[in-house]
């Protein structure tokens, strides 16, 4: 199978964003930055509360906390893609954006881009398959990606059908595995 699609500077900034998103450590600053502000806004009104009483300047901050509280959720993802593609738009991307040939068949991936060409075995993939709306994402090696964006793609069906193939192949390279493991398990297989 044969696919072609573009990847243009925005998916490469999805991608990095999905990729951040998805690891505990983005998790555990998340959760910092969410409790952080009300607990020091709640540190403020427990100290102003005994000395003053309930005046508007407690009931402000307790608002300001709530507030946060309600809003950052869905502001940090917009302002943390901001960052992404301010970033993303400082680096050489050639043979990362632009029209990219995917040649899929039993046995490898071969991704041509304007500047490269490069093969993978299915059975040597890293081989994370993730989804969105608008984008696959396969991990093909430890730093390396590859994307999938749907509009890239000059027909729908295109982009389902390399989505499928990618599916496929990488279910049948994981059960591969399972079935190895068993049998060294079994004592059958290799050490």
């Given amino acids: 199978m044969e696919v072609e699609f573009t990847v243009t500077m925005e998916d490469v900034a999805r991608l990095s964003l999905h990729a951040y998103t998805k690891s505990g450590h983005s998790r555990i600053l998340f959760l910092v930055s969410y409790l952080s502000i009300p ?18 300047y407690e ?8 507030l946060y509280l309600i809003v950052w959720p869905f502001v940090r993802p ?24 995917h040649i899929l068949t039993e046995e490898s991936l071969l991704e041509i881009t304007a500047i490269s060409k490069t093969e993978v075995k299915w059975r040597d993939m890293v081989g994370e398959f993730d989804e969105t709306e608008s984008h ?5 090696t430890p730093a390396g990606w590859s994307i999938l964006p749907r509009h ?16 496929a192949r990488l279910n049948e390279r994981d059960s591969l595995r399972v079935k190895a493991s068993f049998a060294k ?3 059958r297989g290799r050490t």
């Fill in 39 to 56: 607990a020091c806004l709640g540190i403020m009104i427990r100290a102003l509360v005994p000395t003053l009483g309930w005046g508007p």
């Fill in 59 to 66: 009931l402000i901050l307790v608002a300001v906390a709530v």
């Fill in 78 to 101: 917009k302002l943390l893609l901001k960052r992404i593609r301010f970033a993303t738009n400082q680096r050489d991307l050639r043979g990362v954006v632009g029209r990219i040939q």
């Fill in 136 to 140: 696959a994402f396969i991990q093909v």
């Fill in 152 to 167: 890239g793609f000059a027909f729908e069906e295109d982009y389902f059908a390399a989505c499928d193939f990618f599916r």
């Fill in 185 to 187: 398990l079994n004592g």
